[in-house]
């Protein structure tokens, strides 16, 4: 029997003092990454290709993020 058991989302946390969510998008083909930029450096620590609404879902909800992030280009 398939479906007794569902895929639990594994949470996950990030250092919210020194990091912020974002979304890296490609101008040339739209290709979108999940991460978390340093907001000291600037550098950003890609997690999770978004392929999709409910890959960006997962991503948020992974992580326990609840506002709208931002995409950079």
Do not use: W
């Given at each position: 029997m398939m479906g007794l058991f569902k895929k639990k989302i594994a949470s996950r946390s990030y250092d919210?003092?020194?990091?912020?969510?974002?979304?890296?998008?490609?101008?040339?083909?739209?290709e979108q990454v999940a991460g978390f930029k340093d907001?000291?450096?600037?550098r950003i620590e890609e997690v999770?290709?978004?392929?999709?609404?409910?890959?960006?879902?997962?991503?948020?909800?992974?992580?326990?993020i609840n506002e709208e992030i931002t995409k950079e280009y």
């Open positions: 919210v003092e020194n990091e912020k969510p974002v979304i890296k998008a490609s101008i040339c083909n739209g907001i000291h450096t600037g999770m290709l978004i392929k999709s609404p409910a890959d960006l879902e997962n991503f948020k909800a992974m992580y326990g």
